[in-house]
């Protein structure tokens, strides 16, 4: 009986790394699931409609998957999986770790405070954003060199140089190691980080999401008086209300980030302008000359208020898509940690 209830009591408070195990796990999946809708909202993101003669109307979701396939095959929708792969549970592992230690250490140090034997308070919304942004920030710093090649291999090399006369068709190598060295040699061992200023400041979209998330979780727990579980149906909901609203909040940069990444036609527009004939006569060209800020103001003059929304239902119905399953998969997933932590811990005992 007693070797029953401690698995019980072990899945109720899982460590760090289990957590972040499980959460890694849970964003592979559903990042797997929805992959070619990635790297559709990549392209439409990347895309300039003024520059490249499009209409809003070819820029959905569906006519993008479908140009891929026509030009590409359906191996251009895998396009950049493996990196994506190992960029998402990357990412996702470490987030979920640092969010996980912070979090825990955050409502021991409220508890030790509090009478012995009382029941540490519900965050604040405030405190579960700031504890999220900071997991993000960190996880970032870390992770954000592969997010960069993933970005470049979805693109492809034919994307990004379509502003350019392409003479020479030659078939080019596009593995992560090939576009890692081509990064570092366009722009230096820098160039791995590119997009890590938005970056930094959409470390505020996953504290938006769980932040919300784990708010209406407890608000839905206390009024239904449930077991301390919600239904697969009231997560899903939950997730894709909570990333809907994040996404919303944060599109622009999501926007910028992706196309400083890429190396798209407006951040290669920036960079031009500092060459003769420009503002500033300087003929070296810098990446970090096309900063967030710089582009999101070109695009408003070129496309308008609503250039910085470009994608943003693509990116929405991707990223709802993935995060629901990651909010319902995650519970499952966490048992599966659990699981390999036990064996693991089984196998390390025996002398």
Not at 44 to 53: E, H, L
Not at 58 to 87: C, H, P, V
Not at 310 to 331: D, H, P, R, T
Request: include cysteine; charged fraction near 15%; glycine fraction near 8%.
């Amino acid at each position: 009986m007693s070797t029953l209830s401690k698995p019980v009591k072990q899945a109720q408070q899982l460590t760090p790394f289990a957590s972040a195990l499980a959460g890694a796990l849970g964003a592979c999946f559903s990042n797997a699931v929805v992959y070619p809708l990635d790297v559709a909202k990549t392209r439409i993101q990347v895309t300039s409609s003024a520059a490249r003669g499009k209409r809003k109307d070819d820029l959905s979701m569906l006519s993008m998957l479908l140009q891929i396939f026509k030009q590409e095959g359906i191996n251009g929708w895998y396009r950049g999986f493996a990196a994506t792969m190992l960029n998402t549970f990357s990412m996702q592992y470490a987030y979920f770790f640092f969010y996980s230690f912070i979090r825990s250490s955050y409502i021991k140090r409220i508890t030790l405070k509090l009478p012995p034997g009382s029941k540490p308070p519900a965050l604040s919304t405030a405190a579960e954003l700031s504890l999220g942004a900071a997991a993000g920030a960190l996880s970032q710093i870390f992770t954000i060199p592969v997010s960069v090649i993933a970005t470049r291999q979805q693109v492809g090399r034919s994307v990004r140089n379509s502003s350019q006369s392409s003479e020479d068709e030659r078939p080019v190598d596009e593995s992560l190691l090939a576009v890692a060295r081509e990064i570092v040699r366009e722009d230096g061992v820098t160039g791995l980080w590119l997009g890590i200023k938005p970056g930094m400041v959409l470390t505020v979209n996953p504290a938006i999401t769980y932040g919300v998330y784990e708010r209406l979780k407890s608000l839905l727990l206390l009024a239904s008086a449930a077991n301390g579980k919600l239904t697969p149906g009231t997560s899903f909901l939950l997730g894709a209300f909570s990333k809907t609203l994040a996404t919303i909040v944060t599109y622009p940069y999501i926007m910028a980030k992706v196309r400083i990444q890429a190396r798209s036609s407006d951040t290669d527009t920036l960079e031009n302008e500092s060459l003769p004939g420009g503002r500033n006569g300087n003929t070296k060209s810098k990446a970090n000359q096309a900063g967030a800020l710089g582009l999101l103001l070109r695009v408003l003059r070129k496309e308008g208020f609503v250039g910085w929304y470009q994608g943003m239902s693509a990116q929405i119905i991707k990223a709802v898509l993935s995060q629901a399953l990651l909010f319902v998969s995650k519970e499952q997933f966490e048992h599966w940690a659990l699981a390999i932590m036990v064996l693991f811990t089984k196998f390390t005992s025996r002398p």
